[in-house]
Protein backbone atom coordinates (compact mmCIF):
# COMPACT_ATOMS: atom_id res chain seq x y z
CA UNK A 1 0.00 0.00 0.00
CA UNK A 2 3.14 2.52 0.62
CA UNK A 3 4.26 1.57 -2.64
CA UNK A 4 0.85 2.98 -4.18
CA UNK A 5 0.97 5.92 -2.30
CA UNK A 6 4.23 6.81 -3.20
CA UNK A 7 3.25 6.23 -6.96
CA UNK A 8 -0.32 8.17 -6.68
CA UNK A 9 1.82 11.39 -4.63
CA UNK A 10 4.58 11.08 -7.69
CA UNK A 11 2.28 10.73 -10.66
CA UNK A 12 0.05 13.59 -9.09
CA UNK A 13 3.14 16.05 -8.97
CA UNK A 14 4.23 15.39 -12.43
CA UNK A 15 0.68 15.94 -13.52
CA UNK A 16 0.95 19.58 -11.53
CA UNK A 17 3.99 20.43 -13.12
CA UNK A 18 3.33 19.49 -16.59
CA UNK A 19 0.23 21.09 -16.69
CA UNK A 20 1.76 24.23 -15.13
CA UNK A 21 4.65 24.68 -17.76
CA UNK A 22 2.92 25.71 -20.60
CA UNK A 23 1.34 28.58 -19.31
CA UNK A 24 5.02 29.32 -17.98
CA UNK A 25 6.34 28.93 -21.51
CA UNK A 26 3.77 31.27 -22.78
CA UNK A 27 4.37 34.01 -20.65
CA UNK A 28 8.71 34.25 -20.65
CA UNK A 29 8.19 33.52 -24.70
CA UNK A 30 6.43 37.17 -25.09
CA UNK A 31 8.72 40.12 -25.90
CA UNK A 32 8.87 42.83 -23.97
CA UNK A 33 9.54 46.77 -25.66
CA UNK A 34 11.75 48.63 -23.95
CA UNK A 35 12.26 52.25 -24.39
CA UNK A 36 15.47 53.72 -23.72
CA UNK A 37 14.96 57.55 -22.92
CA UNK A 38 16.77 60.93 -21.48
CA UNK A 39 15.64 62.00 -18.33
CA UNK A 40 16.59 65.77 -18.64
CA UNK A 41 16.49 66.02 -14.56
CA UNK A 42 19.25 63.70 -14.24
CA UNK A 43 21.29 64.51 -17.26
CA UNK A 44 21.39 60.64 -18.67
CA UNK A 45 19.65 57.99 -20.19
CA UNK A 46 17.26 55.46 -18.60
CA UNK A 47 14.36 53.49 -19.63
CA UNK A 48 10.69 52.45 -19.53
CA UNK A 49 9.66 48.98 -20.04
CA UNK A 50 6.26 48.60 -21.99
CA UNK A 51 5.31 52.05 -22.54
CA UNK A 52 4.53 52.17 -18.48
CA UNK A 53 5.77 55.02 -16.12
CA UNK A 54 7.64 57.80 -17.28
CA UNK A 55 11.62 56.20 -17.86
CA UNK A 56 13.31 57.09 -14.85
CA UNK A 57 14.52 53.60 -13.99
CA UNK A 58 18.27 52.68 -14.40
CA UNK A 59 20.07 50.95 -17.47
CA UNK A 60 21.78 48.62 -15.17
CA UNK A 61 18.31 46.73 -15.10
CA UNK A 62 17.51 46.80 -18.55
CA UNK A 63 20.62 45.05 -19.41
CA UNK A 64 20.36 42.09 -16.92
CA UNK A 65 16.50 41.69 -18.04
CA UNK A 66 16.55 42.78 -21.87
CA UNK A 67 16.07 39.09 -23.37
CA UNK A 68 16.40 37.22 -26.73
CA UNK A 69 13.89 38.56 -28.87
CA UNK A 70 12.87 41.48 -27.10
CA UNK A 71 12.58 45.05 -28.59
CA UNK A 72 14.13 48.25 -28.07
CA UNK A 73 13.63 51.96 -28.76
CA UNK A 74 15.82 54.29 -28.86
CA UNK A 75 13.90 57.80 -28.04
CA UNK A 76 16.08 60.46 -27.56
CA UNK A 77 13.50 63.64 -27.40
CA UNK A 78 15.60 66.43 -25.89
CA UNK A 79 18.44 64.51 -25.44
CA UNK A 80 21.98 66.14 -24.63
CA UNK A 81 23.93 63.12 -25.41
CA UNK A 82 24.23 60.09 -27.28
CA UNK A 83 24.24 56.46 -26.26
CA UNK A 84 25.90 52.98 -26.38
CA UNK A 85 23.53 50.60 -25.52
CA UNK A 86 25.32 47.28 -25.32
CA UNK A 87 23.44 44.03 -25.35
CA UNK A 88 24.78 41.41 -27.55
CA UNK A 89 21.41 39.85 -27.60
CA UNK A 90 19.19 39.22 -30.75
CA UNK A 91 16.92 41.72 -31.10
CA UNK A 92 13.40 41.77 -32.84
CA UNK A 93 12.59 45.16 -33.84
CA UNK A 94 14.89 48.47 -33.38
CA UNK A 95 13.21 51.62 -33.50
CA UNK A 96 15.76 55.09 -33.77
CA UNK A 97 13.77 58.07 -33.02
CA UNK A 98 16.69 60.56 -31.90
CA UNK A 99 18.82 63.22 -32.75
CA UNK A 100 21.55 62.51 -30.86
CA UNK A 101 23.86 59.06 -31.84
CA UNK A 102 22.13 56.04 -30.96
CA UNK A 103 24.78 53.20 -30.76
CA UNK A 104 22.82 49.57 -30.39
CA UNK A 105 25.47 46.09 -30.25
CA UNK A 106 23.57 43.10 -31.06
CA UNK A 107 23.96 39.87 -31.71
CA UNK A 108 21.44 40.17 -34.60
CA UNK A 109 18.63 42.46 -35.38
CA UNK A 110 15.39 41.27 -37.26
CA UNK A 111 13.99 44.65 -38.07
CA UNK A 112 15.54 47.94 -37.90
CA UNK A 113 13.61 51.45 -37.97
CA UNK A 114 15.62 55.11 -38.40
CA UNK A 115 12.49 57.38 -38.06
CA UNK A 116 13.06 61.22 -39.57
CA UNK A 117 16.10 63.04 -37.99
CA UNK A 118 17.23 60.07 -36.27
CA UNK A 119 20.80 58.73 -36.16
CA UNK A 120 21.46 55.12 -35.35
CA UNK A 121 24.42 53.06 -35.47
CA UNK A 122 23.79 49.09 -35.60
CA UNK A 123 26.98 46.93 -34.98
CA UNK A 124 26.25 43.51 -35.68
CA UNK A 125 24.21 41.81 -39.02
CA UNK A 126 20.64 43.28 -39.69
CA UNK A 127 17.58 41.44 -41.12
CA UNK A 128 15.41 44.09 -42.61
CA UNK A 129 16.84 47.96 -42.60
CA UNK A 130 13.79 50.56 -43.57
CA UNK A 131 14.82 54.41 -43.31
CA UNK A 132 12.55 57.32 -43.36
CA UNK A 133 13.24 60.61 -44.71
CA UNK A 134 16.45 62.61 -43.47
CA UNK A 135 17.47 59.87 -40.95
CA UNK A 136 20.87 58.33 -40.54
CA UNK A 137 21.65 54.62 -40.12
CA UNK A 138 25.21 52.57 -39.98
CA UNK A 139 25.16 49.61 -40.10
CA UNK A 140 28.36 47.72 -39.84
CA UNK A 141 27.64 44.01 -40.53
CA UNK A 142 25.49 42.47 -43.31
CA UNK A 143 22.01 43.18 -44.05
CA UNK A 144 19.63 40.68 -46.07
CA UNK A 145 17.10 43.82 -47.24
CA UNK A 146 17.44 47.68 -47.00
CA UNK A 147 14.07 50.15 -47.68
CA UNK A 148 15.01 54.21 -48.38
CA UNK A 149 12.27 56.51 -48.99
CA UNK A 150 10.16 59.96 -47.53
CA UNK A 151 6.94 59.16 -45.43
CA UNK A 152 5.14 60.84 -48.17
CA UNK A 153 6.41 58.04 -50.68
CA UNK A 154 8.54 60.20 -52.69
CA UNK A 155 12.78 60.29 -53.26
CA UNK A 156 14.87 59.35 -50.45
CA UNK A 157 16.70 61.81 -48.78
CA UNK A 158 18.16 59.64 -45.75
CA UNK A 159 22.15 58.65 -45.09
CA UNK A 160 22.40 54.82 -44.88
CA UNK A 161 25.60 53.25 -45.35
CA UNK A 162 26.54 49.67 -44.63
CA UNK A 163 29.99 48.37 -44.01
CA UNK A 164 28.87 44.50 -45.05
CA UNK A 165 26.84 43.11 -47.98
CA UNK A 166 23.02 44.07 -48.97
CA UNK A 167 21.50 40.92 -50.69
CA UNK A 168 18.11 43.53 -51.42
CA UNK A 169 17.39 47.57 -51.59
CA UNK A 170 14.63 49.17 -52.52
CA UNK A 171 15.44 53.04 -52.99
CA UNK A 172 12.69 55.53 -53.74
CA UNK A 173 15.10 57.83 -56.06
CA UNK A 174 13.90 61.98 -56.29
CA UNK A 175 14.08 61.42 -59.78
CA UNK A 176 11.54 59.26 -60.09
CA UNK A 177 9.55 59.94 -57.32
CA UNK A 178 7.74 56.87 -55.96
CA UNK A 179 9.01 54.27 -58.01
CA UNK A 180 11.55 52.15 -56.39
CA UNK A 181 14.76 51.20 -57.86
CA UNK A 182 14.99 47.54 -56.78
CA UNK A 183 19.01 46.35 -56.36
CA UNK A 184 20.30 43.45 -55.72
CA UNK A 185 23.64 41.80 -54.49
CA UNK A 186 25.52 44.64 -53.48
CA UNK A 187 29.34 43.88 -52.76
CA UNK A 188 31.03 44.32 -49.23
CA UNK A 189 30.78 48.11 -48.00
CA UNK A 190 29.58 49.17 -51.28
CA UNK A 191 25.46 50.38 -50.63
CA UNK A 192 25.76 53.99 -49.54
CA UNK A 193 22.79 56.31 -49.85
CA UNK A 194 24.20 60.55 -49.16
CA UNK A 195 20.98 62.54 -47.78
CA UNK A 196 19.95 64.92 -51.21
CA UNK A 197 21.24 62.80 -53.22
CA UNK A 198 19.73 61.83 -56.93
CA UNK A 199 20.75 57.97 -56.74
CA UNK A 200 22.83 55.53 -55.01
CA UNK A 201 26.40 56.34 -54.17
CA UNK A 202 27.34 52.75 -54.69
CA UNK A 203 29.23 52.13 -58.28
CA UNK A 204 27.07 50.75 -60.26
CA UNK A 205 29.41 47.44 -61.33
CA UNK A 206 29.13 46.52 -57.34
CA UNK A 207 25.65 45.46 -57.60
CA UNK A 208 23.00 43.96 -59.85
CA UNK A 209 19.50 45.24 -61.00
CA UNK A 210 18.70 41.93 -61.95
CA UNK A 211 17.27 39.49 -59.24
CA UNK A 212 14.47 37.62 -57.52
CA UNK A 213 12.63 40.00 -54.95
CA UNK A 214 12.36 38.25 -51.26
CA UNK A 215 8.76 37.20 -50.72
CA UNK A 216 8.75 39.64 -47.96
CA UNK A 217 9.32 42.94 -50.26
CA UNK A 218 7.23 45.94 -49.40
CA UNK A 219 7.74 47.71 -52.47
CA UNK A 220 3.85 49.40 -52.09
CA UNK A 221 3.74 48.65 -48.00
CA UNK A 222 3.18 50.99 -45.59
CA UNK A 223 5.37 54.77 -45.13
CA UNK A 224 4.85 55.34 -41.57
CA UNK A 225 7.37 53.69 -39.83
CA UNK A 226 5.40 53.81 -36.58
CA UNK A 227 2.55 51.95 -38.32
CA UNK A 228 5.24 49.36 -39.70
CA UNK A 229 6.30 49.03 -35.93
CA UNK A 230 2.93 47.31 -35.09
CA UNK A 231 2.18 45.23 -37.99
CA UNK A 232 5.58 43.89 -38.15
CA UNK A 233 4.72 39.54 -37.61
CA UNK A 234 5.68 38.25 -34.50
CA UNK A 235 8.67 35.56 -34.01
CA UNK A 236 7.46 31.88 -32.61
CA UNK A 237 7.82 28.16 -32.58
CA UNK A 238 6.27 24.82 -32.45
CA UNK A 239 3.57 25.00 -29.39
CA UNK A 240 4.75 22.31 -27.41
CA UNK A 241 1.16 23.01 -24.92
CA UNK A 242 -0.78 20.21 -26.28
CA UNK A 243 2.19 18.16 -25.77
CA UNK A 244 2.30 18.53 -22.27
CA UNK A 245 -1.10 18.65 -21.18
CA UNK A 246 -1.47 15.16 -22.47
CA UNK A 247 1.82 13.85 -20.57
CA UNK A 248 0.46 15.60 -17.71
CA UNK A 249 -3.24 13.98 -18.45
CA UNK A 250 -1.60 10.47 -18.65
CA UNK A 251 -0.08 11.18 -15.42
CA UNK A 252 -3.20 11.92 -13.77
CA UNK A 253 -4.39 8.78 -14.33
CA UNK A 254 -1.70 7.13 -13.50
CA UNK A 255 -2.57 8.98 -10.03
CA UNK A 256 -6.38 8.13 -10.21
CA UNK A 257 -5.35 4.23 -11.03
CA UNK A 258 -2.82 4.02 -8.13
CA UNK A 259 -5.29 5.51 -5.58
CA UNK A 260 -7.99 2.99 -6.58
CA UNK A 261 -5.69 0.40 -5.81
CA UNK A 262 -4.25 1.66 -2.38
CA UNK A 263 -7.88 2.09 -1.11
CA UNK A 264 -8.48 -1.55 -2.21
CA UNK A 265 -5.62 -3.11 -0.41
CA UNK A 266 -6.64 -1.18 2.93
Avoid at 79 to 107: C, H, M, P, W, Y
Avoid at 197 to 204: D, G, K, N, R, W
Avoid at 211 to 240: C, H, I, M
Amino acid sequence: MKKFKFLAAVFTLLAMILTTVPAVKTYAATPDTWTICFDTNRGEWTYKLNGEGTGHWELYYFYNDFKDGDKLVVDGANATKGVTVDLNKRVSELAFATAQTGIVNASYVDYVYSLSGAIGVVNGNVGKASVTDDATLQINGNAKEVYAKKADGSGAHANVNVSGTVDYAEVAQAATGLAAMPAYNFATGSFSLINDSIYLQTATDKYSTTGTAPSSSRTSGSTDSDKELDSVPKTGGFDFTVVFFAIGFVFMIGAIVCSKKMYRNE
